[in-house]
């Protein structure tokens, strides 16, 4: 959708203090004080850098090495169909309360999550935060979008939230535990965090992809690369230990199968199947071309033909392929007096 791409009037997210602080100032700001700061910051963060035909993103450039343009954006919501679709159309599997105030989707891409949380919890504000300003500028009254990092401390009030969700952010997170830490302050007792993550895995249950297959030595290299970064994309065997160390208890961690293809029987499954086809064949170029030419240093020539190489393979329809999904979610404690 072209309004994606326009620029837009957004919030940057205060990284020094929290977001309702009420010191008390000596005087006040000029009008022309805070706009020279506002206009710098808001330029910087749609200062869009370009690389191989790709887009990506300027506020804090080089964090995320994955573009966040229109090719990406229409993968991001591509991924937001085929877990619509496994979820049964929910959004969230958390047990959060009936009416919740407010709720704080990290990393939120697109933001097609918050836009439908939303409009599912009228009575929510729901914010969502990015370092890309890529949200749409028609949004529901009760959704606002913010640039921020979620690996710098976050700057939302503590105990504040009745809801913290995380979804595909694999790879953009420098350190979990803490970042769990981090959902923990902003909560209130009693609210909920939920992580949603894909493994960087391809399974088969009948032996039909096997283990030398080009689609699993991309996914190899790519591990490699985000680790040597320091973000890991292994995320869903650990999640749990994250948590709890965090302080969280009331620990769900379910394990679904996206199946990528059109080789199930099931019409779900082959439903899931092809949206998660079309995904992981656009996907394979975003994830890649920074990891491998930069990080793995591997030649612009070598890397085109590594993603072609993938591309193909996930179209073969003898491989009877999945990918494992996690859904974490966890409750703060209630206070205890
Ligand atoms: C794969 S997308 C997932 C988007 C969304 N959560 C969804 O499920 O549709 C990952 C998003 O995380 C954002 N991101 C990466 N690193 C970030 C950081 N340090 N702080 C905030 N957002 C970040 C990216 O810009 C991108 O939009």
Redesign the pocket.
Known sequence: MILRDEIVPFHIAASSGPEDYDEDYDGIYEFDDIASVTTSISNSATNYKFENGRRY?SY?EG??P?P?DEK?QN???L??QV?SLRLEGKLYLAPITECPQKIL?????????AMEMGDLHPSAIVI?????P?QPRWVPPNVKFE??????PWVQTPGTYDFV??????????DWPKFCREAYRVLKPGGWIEV?ESAAKLLSDDGTLPSNCALNTWLDNLAEGFEKIG?TVEVGPHISSWLRDAGFRDIVVKVFKLPVGLWPKDRTERDIGAFNLLNMTEYVEGASLQIYTKVLKKSLEETKKNIKEAQAEFKRKDYHMYIPFYVAYARKPEERF
């Open positions: 993103h804090k964090q995320w994955v966040n990406q993968q991001m919501d991924v937001h877990y989707d990290v990393g939120t891409g697109t933001g097609i999550w969502g935060n990015d370092l890309s890529i640039v921020d990092d979620f690996n710098e969700h995380a979804r595909e952010i694999h790879g953009a997170v420098s949603a973000q």
